[in-house]
T-cell receptor
Framework: GQQVMQIPQYQHVQEGEDFTTYCNSS?????IQWYKQRPGGHPVFLIQ?????EVKKQKRLTFQFGEAKKNSSLHITATQTTDVGTYFC???????????FGDGTTLTVKP | DTGVSQDPRHKITKRGQNVTFRCDPI?????LYWYRQTLGQGPEFLTY????????KSRLLSDRFSAERPKGSFSTLEIQRTEQGDSAMYLC????????????FGSGTRLTVV
């Protein structure tokens, strides 16, 4: 079945440093979603990417979808303490139906 | 509408007992999903409904797990003869019946089997 892998598993940064997490799927995806889960919380939807090579920005966050639609990345510029949490990617093979989640990258930010 | 609601928030049960969880999705969302999450892992897909129809169920699920969405609104997830390995956070999510929409998750039900 489909597998979604994320690296790194953990990332510790100093406040103000940049952060990137990478997501790779074993199969070509219809779309990919990104979620953020704060400690003790539930996943919160951030964004969905659909098109090959798509790049989307949300303030300090930049999301990319690979040309082959099998990989994606999330980059945070100048991290803040409010960015702490676990970032999950989730890939879908069709427009509807289930998403397969990676195991996430946990970001900690030292003030 | 206050989002996706799950009840109870916590459940402790003895091994071998049956448990049932409830999920109330966002009212205008036709799609409803159940996921399970353990510490350090991403959410694992369990099952998915479009209105009242259960369209997909994970092959990883044993026959002890069953889910319903009888009127296309709220959903229940039942686990029969619970085992310690069932201990996890059970997350419900919903989304609109439109292509390319992300999930809105509930706060989850944390199950502990002792």
């Amino acid at each position: 079945g489909q597998q979604v892998m994320q690296i790194p598993q953990y990332q510790h940064v100093q406040e103000g440093e940049d952060f990137t997490t990478y997501c790779n799927s074993s199969t070509t995806l219809s779309n990919i979603q990104w979620y953020k889960q704060r400690p003790g919380g539930h996943p919160v939807f951030l964004i969905q990417l659909v098109k090959s090579g798509e790049v989307k920005k949300q303030k300090r966050l930049t999301f990319q979808f690979g040309e082959a639609k099998k990989n994606s990345s999330l980059h945070i510029t100048a991290t803040q303490t409010t960015d702490v949490g676990t970032y999950f990617c989730a890939g879908r093979n069709t427009n509807a139906g289930k998403s397969t989640f990676g195991d996430g990258t946990t970001l900690t930010v030292k003030p | 509408d206050t989002g996706v609601s799950q009840d109870p928030r916590h459940k402790i049960t003895k091994r071998g007992q049956n448990v049932t969880f409830r999920c109330d999705p966002i009212s205008e969302h036709n799609r409803l999903y159940w996921y399970r999450q353990t510490l350090g892992q991403g959410p694992e897909f369990l099952t998915y409904f479009q209105n009242e129809a259960q369209l997909e169920k994970s092959r990883l699920l044993s026959d002890r797990f069953s889910a319903e969405r009888p009127k296309g609104s709220f959903s229940t997830l039942e686990i029969q003869r619970t085992e310690q390995g069932d201990s996890a956070m059970y997350l419900c999510a919903s989304s609109p019946d439109r292509a390319n929409y992300g999930y809105t998750f509930g706060s989850g039900t944390r199950l502990t089997v002792v």
